[in-house]
């Protein structure tokens, strides 16, 4: 997210982003170059892993926004193409006009693309610090987890379940997990 690429998460740092890449993304990604969208395959469902945090350096608060950039678009585009999987998108920044200030760049697009596409059976994204989900009517599930982790509410700490089927049908819920 965007409070690993800078300071607070609102100012973008090449440094710190070179950190993170080195330290957490390519260790998870067993010591390669990573070239995004990451895909994975697992249990029958593929996942495209998108970097919402590429770039915004021309905004008034760089990364409280998110931006994919012409190439990751492009090269989702191309990974959608293959209808054979169900697939989950996943990136940090929400694609939701209602919240332009924290909002990707490329929300539209993204948005009109998955819709384009039955195989992309859900959006998952943070950044909103609260849990929602909705479906947009291509059938496209949208979730935000609920926020952090470690913060408790209501005497307990919170996260949001995907479970996902092997017909290609996807469930959210919210899981409490009282401290």
Not at 130 to 143: L, S
Not at 148 to 159: F, I, S
Request: charged share 25%; hydrophobic share 40%; with cysteine.
């Amino acid at each position: 997210g965007n409070h690993d690429c800078g300071n607070k998460g609102l100012k973008w740092d090449r440094e710190a982003r070179a950190r993170f890449d080195s330290q957490i993304i390519r260790p998870l990604m067993g010591g390669v170059p990573v070239r995004w969208p990451i895909v994975w395959r697992v249990g029958g469902w593929r996942f495209l892993l998108l970097d919402s945090c590429a770039g915004n350096n021309d905004d008034l608060v760089p990364l409280a926004r998110g931006e994919i950039g012409t190439t990751q678009l492009a090269r989702l585009e191309v990974e959608l193409q293959d209808e054979h999987e169900p697939t989950v998108i996943a990136l940090h920044h929400h694609p939701l006009r209602s919240d332009v200030l924290h909002a990707l760049d490329e929300a539209d697009d993204l948005v009109a693309m998955c819709a384009r596409r039955p195989q992309a059976r859900a959006v998952l994204f943070g950044h909103m610090h609260r849990r929602c989900e909705f479906h947009d009517e291509g059938g496209v599930d949208y979730a935000a987890d609920a926020g952090k982790t470690t913060a408790e509410v209501g005497g307990a700490l919170r996260y949001t379940l995907h479970t996902l089927a092997p017909d290609g049908s996807i469930g959210h819920r919210e899981v409490r997990v009282t401290t």
